[in-house]
């Protein structure tokens, strides 16, 4: 099942499939986050500065209801999208705010986040008014970076 759901989310992410497997704010036509600055096996220093991407779709801050918008979550250190720990599929609800899952309901487009030397993963979920994802939801790969 966990495999499944990735696949839904890599297809998401490709604008190639328009499969109902989220929210229901509508996500823009193609829509994609990605990592700007950051590249998958990258090895950097802390603290790290972390440039959000996005293409179809606008920022707008947390609670902005306008169509074709939403604000970026970082997923750092957590299993890839897809299904929550209680196995419900995440792209129904609401994001959490942990450690784990990093809210920019003001509309920024970057961080610099301290992270201790060692691996760490990363993925980028764009959140609509409510910190639901999109349907499809917009989220990008998942990218290791090493921190010396
Ligand atoms: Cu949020």
Known sequence: MKKFIAGVATVALLGIGQI???????????????????????????????????????????????????????????APFGEGEDGADEADYNIPADENHIHFGGGQTEISVDLPPGSHTLQLVLGDKDHIPHDPPIVSEVITITVQ
Do not use: I, Q, W
């Not at 229901?24 to 802390?46: H, I, Q």
């Open 20 to 78: 109902a497997y989220a929210g229901e704010t509508p996500a823009g036509e193609g829509a994609a986050v990605y990592f700007a600055n950051l590249e998958d096996g990258a090895t950097v220093s802390s603290p790290v500065k972390v440039v959000f991407g996005l293409s179809g779709m606008g920022v707008a801050p947390a609670g902005t209801e306008k169509e074709n918008t939403g604000h970026h979550h970082l997923f750092v250190n957590r």
